[in-house]
């Protein structure tokens, strides 16, 4: 098993609703990265955060932000949420923003109805 | 931007035989490529990765090459085994932090 913890592991929201996803890195890494799962589909890059910085964006709009704290624990927030935004959210620490050696979550799954 | 094709979609094969599966990338800023190993219900789990001036590398019963001038890598799996029956997702990395994963190929192996 991996250091990175992500919580919860399930949740439902309500269509408009907002969400906090939380994040732990592995010990020694400075860049989490969050992802997007559908069902049937690869992982889909929302963001990047690198020592409290965001580094790098994917595809996703500004309703989809994100933190970095000092110990470099990471949250993915979603405003207004859609029922298109259900799906399995992922992180993933790493040492370095080319994301060598990454290690990934387990996943929350958010069901928005 | 990026885009990943991952080829195939679904695989099955007999125990003891081999499993290529294929990726091909757009983006010529990509110069890291993992390959990940996803079960049901857990998160994708690095398996074998390449960096972009490396052409082959092999750990064990995996193997991953690499063209960069045709920008596509593959994984090879020899003598497999049930358990690495999975979801394999290729991706590509770019040093701005962008991350591109492929579809994924659900590989089966029969006993």
């Known amino acids: 098993e991996t250091g990175v913890t992500q919580s919860p592991t399930h949740l439902i929201k309500t269509r408009g609703q907002q969400v906090t996803l939380r994040c732990s890195s592995q010990?020694?890494?400075?860049?989490v990265s969050w992802y997007q799962q559908a069902l049937g589909q690869g992982p889909q890059f929302i963001f990047q955060?690198?020592?409290?910085?965001?580094?790098g964006r994917g595809n996703f709009p500004p309703r989809f932000s994100g933190l970095q704290f000092p110990n470099y624990s990471s949250e993915l927030n979603v405003n207004a949420l859609e029922l298109d935004d259900s799906a399995l959210y992922l992180c993933?620490?790493?040492?370095?923003?080319?994301?060598?050696?990454?290690?990934f979550g387990q996943g929350t799954r958010l069901t928005v109805v | 931007g990026e885009n990943v094709e991952q080829h195939p979609s679904t695989l099955s094969v007999q125990e003891g035989d081999s499993a290529v599966i294929k990726c091909t990338y757009s983006?010529?800023?990509?110069?890291?490529f993992p390959w990940y190993k996803q079960e049901l219900g857990k998160g994708p789990q690095l398996i074998i990765d390449?960096?972009?001036?490396?052409g082959e590398k092999k750990d064990q019963r995996i193997a991953v090459t690499l063209n960069k001038t045709a920008k596509h890598f593959s994984l090879h799996i020899t003598e497999t085994q049930p358990e690495d029956s999975a979801v394999y997702f290729c991706?590509?990395?770019?040093?701005?932090?962008?991350?591109?994963f492929g579809d994924g190929t659900t590989l089966t192996v029969k006993p």
């Open positions: 993933a620490s790493s040492p370095n923003v080319v994301n060598t050696e990454a290690f």
């Open positions: 010990s020694g890494h400075n860049t």
């Open positions: 955060y690198y020592r409290e910085e965001e580094n």
């Open positions: 983006d010529s800023a990509s110069n890291y």
């Open positions: 390449i960096r972009s001036n490396v």
């Open positions: 991706a590509g990395h770019t040093n701005a932090g962008k991350s591109t």
